[in-house]
């Protein structure tokens, strides 16, 4: 197996759903593979961001996961920052995670 230059690093994201297919078109432009989109219910209770910080959060959530090359990973966390705010409360949270090795 040929070894990668830059490895692969997976994907996670969890957003709400109403931006759903911009982000999904922005991961596809992005060079992600493999893209897997759950639809999910977010567990923090409304009473408490509102009391604590005057947010409300959105229940409806996706958690989308992928594969891209370790070197387009900082530019696609810049990105998402960029062009969703998620460095904003409240809009969405991303990480990546190296994969040292895959079996074929």
Do not use: W
């Amino acid at each position: 197996m040929t070894e990668l230059k830059h490895g692969v690093d997976f994907l996670t994201l969890i957003a709400g759903r109403k931006r759903k297919d911009e982000i999904l078109k922005f991961l596809l432009d992005s060079g992600c593979h493999l893209i897997d989109v759950v639809y999910a219910k977010g567990s923090v209770q409304a009473g408490y961001f509102r009391d604590m910080l005057g947010l409300v959060p959105e229940e409806k959530k996706i958690l989308v996961t992928c594969l891209i090359a370790g070197n387009l990973s900082g530019r696609l966390l810049d990105g998402l920052i960029k062009q969703f705010n998620f460095d904003k409360p409240n809009t969405g949270i991303a990480f990546t995670i190296p994969v040292d090795k895959l079996s074929v």
